[in-house]
């Protein structure tokens, strides 16, 4: 079972795959800076299994979301913050290994990417789905690292 480093790597070496073998085919050819972002997300979900356990994930995990929440309460987004926080708290409820190592998880954990844009902002599907799909296999690559396919 990797760490957090072998966890980073496992969710880079997949994201390049997935993105080289997609502006191979011609499929997707997104700019540098989406690129990183991808990646950024793909290390996001891989690390977010873990966040049940003290771990750089979790670390990484909570100070994003204590940021944003920040973000939010400044701007006086109170329901958001509030949603951000209930969101926040759903790692502890279980154990290691437990809800949070699951596939059903690593759909469920990253869909905001997706929805919260398109309900707030009227952001397309089309736009979001790469970064949504990013996500989605960082989470994956950690499960599989960990053994959990």
Known sequence: MPGYKGHIAGALAATATALGGAWWLGLYKP???TMALMA???VLGALFPDVDTSSKGRHLY???A???DAVLILREQYRYAALLGFCAILPAIGSHRGWTHTWWAGLVIPSPI???PMM???VALKVLLPFYL???LGYYSHLL???EF
Do not use: E
Request: charged share 10%; aromatic share 4%; hydrophobic share 65%.
């Open 134 to 136: 990013a996500a989605v």
């Open 62 to 64: 909570y100070g994003v």
């Open 145 to 147: 690292l960990d053994g």
């Open 66 to 68: 204590l940021a944003a």
């Open 114 to 116: 997706l929805i919260a």
């Open 120 to 122: 707030l902002m009227g």
């Open 31 to 33: 700019d540098p800076k």
């Open 40 to 42: 950024a997300l793909a």
